[in-house]
């Protein structure tokens, strides 16, 4: 499965931004996609997570109630819609394809594929 990821930019405190995961090499409505974000500095962290079934997602906490992740089968596309955008979100984040979701995110942080990932700067 490929993964290629778009919509990062540099944004002020309290923007949002939608990030777009391109999904190809497999039928994206049998695969769980999630999002997790690197800042400089820092261990990965798990961002989003949607399986199958649209209706399982999950968030990280730093995330949850600000970020909203979604998915369009019939575009190929997972987006993270990203509000009220906040300095400690600065990071490059990636889409990946795990195995499944999981509210601990080691599915998402140990996939084997993933994109090489969309920079957010979110700076005054």
């Known amino acids: 499965v490929q993964l290629v990821e778009s919509g990062g930019g540099l944004v002020h405190p309290g923007s949002s931004l939608r990030l777009t995961c391109a999904v190809s090499g497999l039928p994206m409505e049998s695969l769980a996609i999630g999002w997790f974000r690197q800042a400089p500095g820092k261990e990965r962290e798990g961002v989003a997570c949607i399986n199958v079934q649209e209706e399982s997602t999950f968030y990280g906490d730093s995330v949850k109630g600000r970020f909203t992740i979604s998915r369009d089968n019939g575009k190929n596309t997972v987006y993270l819609q990203m509000n009220n955008l906040k300095p400690e979100d600065t990071a490059i984040y990636h889409c990946?394809?795990?195995?499944?979701?999981?509210?601990?995110?080691?599915?998402?942080?140990?996939?084997?594929?993933w994109g090489q990932g969309t920079q957010v700067t979110v700076s005054s």
């Open positions: 990946a394809q795990p195995k499944f979701c999981a509210s601990s995110f080691y599915y998402v942080l140990a996939a084997r594929s």
